[in-house]
């Protein structure tokens, strides 16, 4: 019998890996239920939550429900809620006018969340798309082939002005207009909310992945039916250079965190925003993601809970301070 192969090393990494407790001596990255942002859809009515086909496990809430949810969440120590609001069809027109009453339903949500569980932090978007019958993120120039930057950015400035006075905690514009942070900043300051934050969507991609969440919110028909497309202001998956410039444009004009979204796909601009800013950094995990872990899953071809806990590693390990997930709840549950 020959002597058994024998490598003569001095460094062997396996070492730390040999049983549970060394593992977890080195462990360089801990999820807790605090780093999630749990987003939330909320409809009109009464009726019972209605589950998103393409979401399974997300539901659109009443506002009642969505109270409910909230202390759910609350007491599984995830601590932020990113609301949505679904509109009736026949509240949405070509200007988005609904996103600027008092009574618009994501206030009233607002309101009720932060009555019932005031330490909660409450974020919601700034951005048309929920209120404008093309489902674009802002207003459309007469020829409707280009959505209007500043006349935009004037709308949203007021939108956070609501937002602030029902009480959220950040605001956060996901629509990809030029110099829409500045413009919130000034405005909440003036009319005397410069306690409030702004959350900025800086580097948001033109992405397949949204396409759930448009079912959810109703928002398709924009994706790129029309003569016009998202194109013209989300960014182009393609481009890394733009992201970053787009994140320090944001944190210059005043974001108090920055923003990468879609987060799994994109975890190298995760990674070099990281080295450029001293701000926190959001990454969203959407629609999409959650999709396709959900689907793959049902199919039986993935673990859920194993890949639903990497893909937020994944996210984490690469700088994320906070995620958007989802999986917010279950994680909360997961991690008890
Ligand atoms: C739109 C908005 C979108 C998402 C959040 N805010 C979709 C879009 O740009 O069409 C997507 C989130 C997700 O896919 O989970 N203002």
Known sequence: MPDPFKLDLSQRPRRLRRTAS????????????????????????????EEIASMPGVFRLSIADLVKECRALWKLKVQAVALFPKLDAKLKDEEGTQALSEETLVLRAVRAVKKAVPELTVITDVALDPYTTH????VLNAAGDDVENDRTVGILAKMAVLQARAGVDLVAPSDMMDGRVGAIRKTLDAAGFSGTGILAYSAKFNSAYYGPFREAVGSAQAAGTRLLSKATYQMNPANRREA?????????EGADI????????????????????????AAYQVSGEYAQIQAAARLGWL???????????????AGADMILTYFAKDMGQALR
Request: aromatic share 4%; charged share 30%.
């Open 22 to 49: 060394l593992r977890a001596l080195v462990e360089e990255t801990v999820l807790r239920p605090q780093d999630f942002i749990a987003p939330l859809f909320v409809v009109e009515g009464k009726g019972a939550p």
């Open 135 to 138: 489902g674009h993120d802002g």
């Open 244 to 252: 970053l410039l787009e994140a320090t444009l944001d944190a210059a």
């Open 258 to 281: 920055v923003m990468v979204k879609p987060a799994g796909p994109y975890l190298d601009i995760i990674r070099e925003v990281r080295g450029r800013t001293h701000k926190p950094i």
């Open 303 to 317: 673990d859920l809970a194993r890949t639903r806990h990497e893909s937020l590693i994944a996210i984490k390990r």
